[in-house]
């Protein structure tokens, strides 16, 4: 077992670019977390900051190979791109990457043909307005309003990507099961398919177009929604009383497939599915959302490819077992669906469950025991101290 940690991120910028450092400073709270908010529920992925007190000295060096993979993402602004030292520093950055395990990624604040040459030589997130890429319909009225949110999304979707347990040395898209009622959600769930598709670089399951002729239906859906790296349940008000959306997010759900809900209701629902829960959830707001969504979708897909991972070695430690033992999500009542399976397939049900902070409160966890007594849903932080 590989016992280094898991994933190590940089962020590298000149000190004399404001404008980096505050999107630095956003990259460790969306990463990692937000400590105006200790509580908050961050996805804990180490972010360390690589920068100098003035222009005349370079940061420390990175240190390759300590983890299993290492990102860094170095903002490469006019400061940068004209002083000597730090042109070299970034270059020297490509040389000690190692091949597939790390990455090196420039955010070009400068025009991209002023790029150290061996950091010009990679693909590189664009903030000055030059990509080429399709223009977003969420920045037409503002085109520098969802900046910082796009550049979260490029950098949570290039981890994601870092991170793919299916990665054979070749990065995959994150794939999006859109889940939707075709009575009212239809045009909305072709809106967010044109922008996973043509702005987002990410891929979808869009059942009018993705099964083939002549498949099994059911089948091809229930093996879909369960399987895929992430599900987006777009909530219109007919969406709990189609029993095919119903299945597709229990079928999710049992698969612990990443979910997020898009709220997009219009007036009312004449009973809510009480199964949508335990998610993030996004408010429809037309066009200005769709980047919001994409960067809820590789949030949750994020920590689903980080957390298990970081847990193998605690698991190791307290005697669990990673597979069986280890939530990417807080414990709900169908989480204890695991529990009845493991006490069939094993004969005893195990005792601990690992999800990631912040701990439940009192009221959910006293559910939980009173439906399965014998289980005690724990998080990283109150296993270590006991």
């Known amino acids: 077992m590989d016992t280094r940690p898991v994933l190590a991120v940089y962020v590298v910028w000149h000190p004399e670019c404001q404008q980096a450092s505050g999107y630095a400073r956003t990259i460790f709270k969306t990463l990692c977390a937000n400590p105006a908010v200790p509580a908050s529920r961050g996805l804990g992925l180490p972010v360390k900051f690589r920068t100098a007190i003035s222009g005349e000295e370079t940061p420390a060096r990175i240190p390759f190979g300590e983890a299993q993979h290492t990102a860094v993402f170095v903002f490469a602004d006019d400061e940068l791109v004209a002083d000597p ?30 790029l150290p ?109 369960g399987s895929l790296p992430a599900l987006l349940a777009i909530q219109t008000d007919s969406y709990a009383s189609r029993e095919w959306c119903r299945l597709e997010l229990l079928e999710a759900k049992r698969g612990r ?60 430690y307290h005697g669990l077992v990673p597979e069986r033992q280890v939530f990417s999500y807080p414990p709900e009542l169908v989480t204890l669906l695991a529990v009845r399976d493991s006490i069939r397939t094993t004969g005893k049900a195990p005792v601990r469950y690992l999800y990631p902070d912040p701990p439940l409160g009192t009221e959910e966890l006293q559910l939980l025991h009173d439906l399965e007594p014998g289980i005690e849903p724990v998080t990283p932080t109150a296993l270590g101290g006991r």
């Open 257 to 316: 497939v990443p979910i997020v809900v898009l709220s997009a209701l219009q007036n009312r629902e004449s009973r809510s599915f009480p199964y949508i829960g335990n998610v993030p959830v996004v408010r429809w707001r037309g066009d200005e959302s769709l980047p919001v969504v994409v960067g809820a979708l590789l949030g949750e897909v994020l920590r689903d490819r980080y957390f298990p991972r970081r847990a193998e070695g605690i698991c190791q």
């Open 85 to 114: 030292s730090w042109r070299s520093y970034a270059d020297g950055l490509v040389d000690a990457a190692g091949s597939t395990d790390d990455l090196v990624v420039p955010i070009g604040i400068t025009a991209m043909r002023n």
């Open 117 to 225: 040459p061996k950091l010009a030589t990679l693909q590189a997130i664009r903030l000055n307005g030059a990509s080429g890429a399709p223009e977003d319909p969420a920045a037409q009225d503002d085109p520098g309003a969802h900046r910082e949110t796009l550049l979260l999304n490029d950098v949570m979707h290039d981890l994601c990507q870092l991170l793919d347990p299916r990665d054979a040395g070749v990065k995959v898209k994150v794939k999006v099961f859109l889940s939707h009622a075709k009575a009212d959600g239809l045009r909305i769930t072709r809106l967010i398919r044109d922008y996973l598709r043509d702005v987002a670089r990410l891929e979808e399951f869009f059942d009018t177009d993705d099964i083939p002729d002549g498949a099994r239906f059911a089948e091809l859906l229930r093996e879909q929604a």
